[in-house]
Protein backbone atom coordinates (compact mmCIF):
# COMPACT_ATOMS: atom_id res chain seq x y z
CA UNK A 1 0.00 0.00 0.00
CA UNK A 2 1.27 3.64 -0.88
CA UNK A 3 2.12 5.85 2.03
CA UNK A 4 1.29 9.35 1.39
CA UNK A 5 1.98 11.87 2.93
CA UNK A 6 0.94 15.98 3.02
CA UNK A 7 3.63 18.66 3.82
CA UNK A 8 3.37 22.58 3.43
CA UNK A 9 6.22 24.57 3.39
CA UNK A 10 5.25 26.29 6.31
CA UNK A 11 6.08 23.45 8.66
CA UNK A 12 9.74 22.56 8.36
CA UNK A 13 10.40 18.92 8.11
CA UNK A 14 12.98 17.13 10.21
CA UNK A 15 16.45 15.88 9.17
CA UNK A 16 16.89 13.08 7.28
CA UNK A 17 16.71 9.81 9.69
CA UNK A 18 20.11 8.11 7.83
CA UNK A 19 18.99 4.86 9.13
CA UNK A 20 16.47 5.38 6.18
CA UNK A 21 17.26 3.91 3.08
CA UNK A 22 17.20 6.94 0.63
CA UNK A 23 14.77 7.30 -1.94
CA UNK A 24 14.42 7.92 -5.49
CA UNK A 25 11.70 10.44 -6.65
CA UNK A 26 9.94 11.44 -9.35
CA UNK A 27 9.00 15.13 -9.18
CA UNK A 28 6.47 16.92 -10.99
CA UNK A 29 2.65 18.20 -10.61
CA UNK A 30 1.58 15.24 -12.89
CA UNK A 31 -2.08 16.26 -13.93
CA UNK A 32 -3.46 13.57 -15.85
CA UNK A 33 -0.76 10.90 -15.48
CA UNK A 34 -0.27 11.05 -19.01
CA UNK A 35 1.79 8.61 -21.02
CA UNK A 36 4.91 11.77 -20.74
CA UNK A 37 4.60 11.71 -16.80
CA UNK A 38 4.31 7.52 -16.90
CA UNK A 39 7.81 7.43 -18.75
CA UNK A 40 8.95 9.70 -15.34
CA UNK A 41 7.29 7.81 -12.86
CA UNK A 42 8.73 4.69 -14.31
CA UNK A 43 12.15 5.23 -14.60
CA UNK A 44 12.05 6.39 -10.68
CA UNK A 45 10.49 2.78 -10.20
CA UNK A 46 13.01 0.82 -11.91
CA UNK A 47 15.68 2.71 -10.64
CA UNK A 48 14.05 2.38 -7.02
CA UNK A 49 14.02 -1.38 -7.56
CA UNK A 50 17.90 -1.67 -9.01
CA UNK A 51 19.24 0.47 -5.75
CA UNK A 52 16.33 -1.55 -3.40
CA UNK A 53 15.39 1.67 -2.08
CA UNK A 54 11.65 3.11 -2.11
CA UNK A 55 10.04 4.70 -4.92
CA UNK A 56 8.66 8.07 -4.05
CA UNK A 57 6.84 10.84 -5.93
CA UNK A 58 6.21 14.11 -4.84
CA UNK A 59 3.08 16.20 -6.45
CA UNK A 60 1.77 19.53 -5.50
CA UNK A 61 -1.50 20.67 -4.40
CA UNK A 62 -3.41 22.96 -5.52
CA UNK A 63 -2.14 22.72 -9.36
CA UNK A 64 0.80 25.95 -8.84
CA UNK A 65 -0.81 27.59 -12.15
CA UNK A 66 -4.21 28.02 -9.91
CA UNK A 67 -2.09 29.81 -7.26
CA UNK A 68 -0.44 31.70 -9.97
CA UNK A 69 -3.99 33.24 -10.56
CA UNK A 70 -4.81 31.42 -13.76
CA UNK A 71 -8.33 29.92 -12.67
CA UNK A 72 -8.59 27.45 -15.33
CA UNK A 73 -6.55 25.52 -13.18
CA UNK A 74 -8.56 24.84 -10.36
CA UNK A 75 -10.34 21.98 -12.75
CA UNK A 76 -8.10 18.98 -12.99
CA UNK A 77 -7.50 16.22 -15.56
CA UNK A 78 -6.83 14.21 -12.09
CA UNK A 79 -7.99 15.60 -8.66
CA UNK A 80 -5.74 14.77 -6.28
CA UNK A 81 -7.56 11.44 -4.86
CA UNK A 82 -7.22 10.03 -8.05
CA UNK A 83 -4.03 11.19 -9.17
CA UNK A 84 -2.74 9.06 -6.17
CA UNK A 85 -4.69 5.87 -7.02
CA UNK A 86 -2.89 6.36 -10.40
CA UNK A 87 0.37 6.15 -9.00
CA UNK A 88 0.25 3.67 -6.68
CA UNK A 89 -0.93 1.42 -9.80
CA UNK A 90 2.34 2.61 -11.03
CA UNK A 91 4.67 0.93 -8.28
CA UNK A 92 5.30 4.27 -5.99
CA UNK A 93 5.80 3.20 -2.48
CA UNK A 94 5.65 6.72 -1.33
CA UNK A 95 3.64 10.00 -2.93
CA UNK A 96 5.00 13.61 -0.96
CA UNK A 97 1.88 15.91 -1.55
CA UNK A 98 3.39 19.23 -1.01
CA UNK A 99 0.64 22.26 -0.09
CA UNK A 100 1.16 24.72 -2.84
CA UNK A 101 0.69 28.46 -1.82
CA UNK A 102 1.59 31.96 -2.02
CA UNK A 103 4.66 31.16 0.53
CA UNK A 104 6.37 28.37 -1.50
CA UNK A 105 5.33 29.88 -4.43
CA UNK A 106 7.96 32.60 -3.51
CA UNK A 107 10.88 30.57 -2.28
CA UNK A 108 14.21 30.49 -4.30
CA UNK A 109 15.46 27.29 -6.05
CA UNK A 110 18.13 27.12 -3.13
CA UNK A 111 15.22 27.26 -0.11
CA UNK A 112 13.16 24.82 -2.06
CA UNK A 113 15.94 22.31 -2.56
CA UNK A 114 17.55 22.91 1.15
CA UNK A 115 13.85 22.93 2.94
CA UNK A 116 11.85 20.77 1.06
CA UNK A 117 14.04 18.05 -0.79
CA UNK A 118 16.55 17.27 1.28
CA UNK A 119 14.95 16.39 4.45
CA UNK A 120 13.67 13.68 2.56
CA UNK A 121 17.28 11.89 1.91
CA UNK A 122 17.12 11.43 -1.70
CA UNK A 123 19.10 9.22 -3.70
CA UNK A 124 17.99 10.53 -7.26
CA UNK A 125 15.34 13.08 -8.71
CA UNK A 126 13.97 12.34 -11.50
CA UNK A 127 12.68 14.93 -13.77
CA UNK A 128 10.38 16.13 -17.29
CA UNK A 129 13.50 18.42 -19.11
CA UNK A 130 10.64 21.11 -18.79
CA UNK A 131 10.24 21.17 -15.14
CA UNK A 132 10.60 24.34 -13.28
CA UNK A 133 10.78 25.19 -9.80
CA UNK A 134 11.11 28.06 -6.92
CA UNK A 135 10.44 31.75 -7.51
CA UNK A 136 9.21 32.39 -11.09
CA UNK A 137 10.03 29.30 -11.96
CA UNK A 138 13.66 30.15 -12.45
CA UNK A 139 15.04 26.57 -11.10
CA UNK A 140 15.39 24.09 -14.18
CA UNK A 141 16.87 20.63 -14.19
CA UNK A 142 19.92 21.89 -15.14
CA UNK A 143 19.99 24.09 -12.02
CA UNK A 144 18.33 20.96 -9.86
CA UNK A 145 21.36 18.93 -10.49
CA UNK A 146 24.23 22.32 -9.91
CA UNK A 147 22.42 23.48 -6.39
CA UNK A 148 22.02 19.95 -4.86
CA UNK A 149 26.01 19.85 -4.86
CA UNK A 150 26.36 16.33 -5.29
CA UNK A 151 23.46 15.61 -2.59
CA UNK A 152 21.40 13.16 -4.88
CA UNK A 153 21.34 12.76 -8.51
CA UNK A 154 19.37 14.12 -11.46
CA UNK A 155 18.10 12.59 -14.14
CA UNK A 156 16.03 14.07 -16.47
CA UNK A 157 13.52 12.62 -19.17
CA UNK A 158 13.38 13.90 -22.71
CA UNK A 159 10.11 14.81 -24.03
CA UNK A 160 7.69 11.89 -24.68
CA UNK A 161 6.13 12.34 -28.09
CA UNK A 162 3.34 10.91 -30.25
CA UNK A 163 3.46 11.42 -34.27
CA UNK A 164 6.17 13.92 -33.80
CA UNK A 165 4.45 16.27 -30.93
CA UNK A 166 4.85 16.20 -27.71
CA UNK A 167 2.71 15.07 -25.13
CA UNK A 168 1.85 17.31 -22.61
CA UNK A 169 -1.21 18.29 -20.30
CA UNK A 170 -1.94 21.58 -22.19
CA UNK A 171 -2.60 18.85 -25.05
CA UNK A 172 -5.08 17.41 -23.62
CA UNK A 173 -6.79 20.20 -22.26
CA UNK A 174 -6.86 21.27 -25.71
CA UNK A 175 -8.51 18.00 -26.92
CA UNK A 176 -11.22 18.19 -24.69
CA UNK A 177 -11.82 21.82 -25.17
CA UNK A 178 -12.89 20.42 -28.53
CA UNK A 179 -14.84 17.34 -27.59
CA UNK A 180 -11.97 15.41 -28.99
CA UNK A 181 -12.11 12.54 -26.41
CA UNK A 182 -9.94 9.89 -28.92
CA UNK A 183 -6.83 12.23 -29.18
CA UNK A 184 -7.32 13.10 -25.17
CA UNK A 185 -7.34 8.76 -24.89
CA UNK A 186 -4.60 8.91 -27.27
CA UNK A 187 -2.17 11.21 -25.17
CA UNK A 188 -3.09 9.83 -21.71
CA UNK A 189 -2.77 5.91 -22.82
CA UNK A 190 -6.55 5.39 -21.09
CA UNK A 191 -9.64 6.64 -21.95
CA UNK A 192 -10.63 9.91 -20.24
CA UNK A 193 -12.69 9.60 -17.23
CA UNK A 194 -14.55 10.94 -14.40
CA UNK A 195 -16.16 9.62 -11.05
CA UNK A 196 -18.94 11.03 -10.12
CA UNK A 197 -22.23 10.15 -7.32
CA UNK A 198 -25.25 9.76 -8.44
CA UNK A 199 -27.94 12.45 -7.69
CA UNK A 200 -31.51 13.19 -8.19
CA UNK A 201 -32.12 15.02 -10.96
CA UNK A 202 -35.76 16.19 -13.05
CA UNK A 203 -36.06 12.50 -13.68
CA UNK A 204 -37.41 13.65 -17.03
CA UNK A 205 -35.23 11.18 -18.92
CA UNK A 206 -37.30 8.50 -17.73
CA UNK A 207 -40.50 9.77 -18.56
CA UNK A 208 -39.21 9.78 -22.40
CA UNK A 209 -38.03 6.23 -21.69
CA UNK A 210 -34.28 6.68 -21.30
CA UNK A 211 -33.48 6.90 -17.39
CA UNK A 212 -30.66 8.78 -16.81
CA UNK A 213 -27.98 8.43 -14.20
CA UNK A 214 -27.25 12.49 -12.50
CA UNK A 215 -23.59 12.54 -11.71
CA UNK A 216 -22.04 15.08 -9.73
CA UNK A 217 -18.37 14.78 -10.39
CA UNK A 218 -16.28 14.01 -6.99
CA UNK A 219 -14.08 16.44 -7.70
CA UNK A 220 -13.29 19.44 -9.81
CA UNK A 221 -12.31 17.95 -13.48
CA UNK A 222 -11.62 19.23 -16.64
CA UNK A 223 -15.20 18.45 -18.61
CA UNK A 224 -14.92 17.76 -22.62
CA UNK A 225 -17.00 20.17 -24.77
CA UNK A 226 -20.79 19.94 -24.72
CA UNK A 227 -22.01 17.36 -26.80
CA UNK A 228 -23.16 13.85 -26.37
CA UNK A 229 -20.93 11.11 -25.80
CA UNK A 230 -20.63 7.19 -26.13
CA UNK A 231 -18.93 6.35 -22.63
CA UNK A 232 -18.47 2.67 -20.53
CA UNK A 233 -19.04 3.33 -17.10
CA UNK A 234 -18.40 1.24 -14.24
CA UNK A 235 -20.21 0.71 -11.08
CA UNK A 236 -19.32 -1.72 -8.18
CA UNK A 237 -16.68 -3.46 -10.63
CA UNK A 238 -19.13 -4.46 -13.38
CA UNK A 239 -18.99 -2.44 -16.82
CA UNK A 240 -21.92 -0.73 -18.57
CA UNK A 241 -22.18 1.02 -21.90
CA UNK A 242 -23.96 3.88 -22.69
CA UNK A 243 -24.26 7.26 -23.66
CA UNK A 244 -24.07 10.81 -21.78
CA UNK A 245 -24.84 14.21 -22.35
CA UNK A 246 -22.78 16.85 -21.12
CA UNK A 247 -24.30 20.04 -21.08
CA UNK A 248 -27.25 22.43 -20.43
CA UNK A 249 -29.97 20.70 -22.05
CA UNK A 250 -31.05 23.76 -24.21
CA UNK A 251 -34.39 21.84 -25.49
CA UNK A 252 -35.51 21.91 -21.25
CA UNK A 253 -33.74 25.24 -20.76
CA UNK A 254 -36.48 28.01 -18.48
CA UNK A 255 -33.72 30.34 -18.21
CA UNK A 256 -31.37 31.89 -15.62
CA UNK A 257 -28.12 30.66 -15.91
CA UNK A 258 -27.39 26.98 -17.24
CA UNK A 259 -24.99 24.80 -15.20
CA UNK A 260 -23.51 22.19 -17.20
CA UNK A 261 -25.17 18.48 -16.21
CA UNK A 262 -23.68 15.31 -16.96
CA UNK A 263 -26.54 12.91 -17.08
CA UNK A 264 -25.94 9.26 -18.16
CA UNK A 265 -28.04 6.49 -19.86
CA UNK A 266 -26.72 3.13 -20.04
CA UNK A 267 -28.29 0.57 -22.00
CA UNK A 268 -30.11 -2.27 -20.96
CA UNK A 269 -29.87 -0.83 -17.22
CA UNK A 270 -32.55 0.14 -14.79
CA UNK A 271 -31.32 -0.19 -11.17
CA UNK A 272 -31.86 2.78 -8.59
CA UNK A 273 -28.21 3.70 -8.04
CA UNK A 274 -28.70 7.08 -5.81
CA UNK A 275 -25.96 7.54 -3.83
CA UNK A 276 -23.96 5.16 -5.65
CA UNK A 277 -20.40 6.63 -7.09
CA UNK A 278 -19.95 5.88 -11.29
CA UNK A 279 -17.05 6.10 -13.34
CA UNK A 280 -17.45 7.22 -16.61
CA UNK A 281 -15.32 6.36 -19.81
CA UNK A 282 -15.52 9.49 -22.85
CA UNK A 283 -15.12 6.85 -25.67
CA UNK A 284 -15.97 9.39 -28.25
CA UNK A 285 -17.82 12.06 -29.57
CA UNK A 286 -21.05 11.30 -31.25
CA UNK A 287 -22.83 15.12 -31.69
CA UNK A 288 -22.63 18.51 -30.45
CA UNK A 289 -25.39 19.32 -28.32
CA UNK A 290 -28.54 21.20 -29.74
CA UNK A 291 -32.06 22.26 -28.98
CA UNK A 292 -34.90 20.38 -30.65
CA UNK A 293 -37.96 21.59 -31.39
CA UNK A 294 -39.75 19.09 -29.52
CA UNK A 295 -39.81 16.29 -26.86
CA UNK A 296 -40.59 13.75 -29.92
CA UNK A 297 -38.16 14.91 -31.93
CA UNK A 298 -35.35 14.85 -28.92
CA UNK A 299 -36.47 11.25 -28.25
CA UNK A 300 -35.75 10.10 -31.73
CA UNK A 301 -32.29 11.73 -31.45
CA UNK A 302 -31.64 9.89 -28.49
CA UNK A 303 -32.71 6.59 -30.01
CA UNK A 304 -29.90 7.09 -32.94
CA UNK A 305 -27.24 8.30 -30.62
CA UNK A 306 -27.60 5.13 -28.64
CA UNK A 307 -27.56 2.70 -31.79
CA UNK A 308 -24.16 5.26 -32.88
CA UNK A 309 -23.03 4.65 -29.66
CA UNK A 310 -23.29 1.10 -29.63
CA UNK A 311 -21.65 0.52 -33.42
CA UNK A 312 -18.53 2.72 -31.41
CA UNK A 313 -18.18 0.94 -28.19
CA UNK A 314 -18.68 -2.79 -30.75
CA UNK A 315 -15.35 -1.93 -31.87
CA UNK A 316 -13.38 -0.74 -28.78
Do not use: C
Not at 34 to 51: F, Y
Not at 100 to 114: A, G, K, S
Amino acid sequence: MMLVYRLSYQEPMPPFDALQPRKVMAIGDFDGVHLGHREVIRRAVADAESLRAPAAVMTFDPHPREVLGIAKYAYSLTPLERKLELLEQLGVDIAYVVSFDEQLMRVTPEQFIERVLLPLGLDTAIVGFDFTFGHRGLGTPDSLAQLSKGAFAVEVIRPFEIEGSKVSSTAIREALERGDVAEAHKLLGRPYAVRGTVVHGDARGRTIGFPTANIEPEGLYVLPANGVYAIRAELDGERYDGVMNVGVKPTFASGGVPVPTLEAHLFEFNRDIYGAVLEVQLISRLRSERKFGSVQELVEQIRRDAEEAKAHLLSF
